[in-house]
């Protein structure tokens, strides 16, 4: 972990928080930080709706160091927005009114949880709209303190294991949000295609370049960097913290370190030069870099650009993209961020501009470890539709060729 990471403890309820625009702002970012700051006013309450209080990350002059603080701004350019104890019954109410099971009919469930976003109190809504249409500088967001699953099942052990579950809480807030930003979709090699996807530890794969490992940190990536139709959101939701509480989902978003990349940098970064690998869920079992299409890192506008990144598996072709491989290494890593999520947590990570990564935790496969939903979402569904399973949500594109 960081050596500069300070940490304090959090301030009382009683004294709340200064307003904050992050360091690093051009003159556009800050004024619209402010512009939303004033709009969107005052300070939510700090005690969380399941009495915990959870780490918000604030950014200092020196991009590395990070305190840790309640969450006090309704800001979509803060890390971290709490549903308070205020709001709290509005969204148990959300809940209980929609009896549907999404595994039965997906379909419907989905339609009647977009639905119901527009029930949600107008501030997180205009939270959610303005991350959606003009992203964040942070490039990932967490709401805490969803009401939780009333029974949730031990975590499962076995990497084929699918466990539906009595309660369908989490897939609701994950619907919910997914409705606000654009359309869920799965990839076929995935979960056997599942929608909601649980990610848990498994023994098989403790060491493994997978979402199921715990023994390894899983390094900076693009969620699927080498698919020509990656999801442009990565949801998670927190179904059950580690045994320890020190697993860390950590990001860093292009629109922080770019101009710590040089003009020459950049000019190679936007070039196709780069092997993106095939992730070890798509079948690179050998989980050989570089085993991917031809891809460029940086692609869009070339001063707000979209981001596409897999430390451990994508490889330049010329030494000068290897050169700026590195480049992006250093400057990913010294615009991390880490984050710590608790049941009832939903993280947003927009995947198009922010890469993002798991510290090494263990696992006991006792019932108690870590579980996360995952949820992946796209902007145009459309796109998809030549490479989906006919008449479902399903991505089938074939990277045998690859392999």
Known sequence: ????????????AEKPAPRTTPAHADGVEAARAGLQAAELGGESRCQAAHGQSYPTIRIQSDPVVMETER???RNSDAVHVEI???DYEQFAGLHRSVPLDPNADFENFFEEARLRFHEFPRWIRRILLRFSTRGSSHGAMVIHGFPLDEVVPPTPTSPDHHLEKPYHASEFWLSCVAGALGEPVA??????GRIFQDVYPTRVNEANLSSESSSIL???????????LMPDYLLLYCLRQDRDGVARTLVSCIRRFLPRLTPGVQDVLFTNQFRAGVDYSFG??????????????????????FLRYDLDLMVGESPSAQHALQAVRLAVNAYREE????????MIIDNRRTVHARSQFKAYYDGTDRWLQRLAVV????????DRVRGSRVIATDFSAFL
Do not use: C, W
């Open 339 to 346: 984050i710590i999520l608790a049941p009832g947590s939903l």
């Open 379 to 386: 902007r145009d569904l459309e796109a998809s539709l030549r």
């Open 71 to 73: 969450p006090t701004i």
């Open 284 to 305: 690179n079992l050998k989980q050989k870099s570089g085993a991917g299409p031809l891809v460029a890192v940086l692609y869009g506008d070339r001063l707000d650009p």
């Open 218 to 228: 899983l390094d900076f990536h693009t969620e699927i960097a080498f698919h020509p």
């Open 187 to 192: 990839y076929l090699p995935e979960k056997e």
């Open 84 to 86: 308070s104890s205020d």
């Open 1 to 12: 972990m960081n050596d500069k990471l300070v940490l304090r403890e959090p301030i009382s």
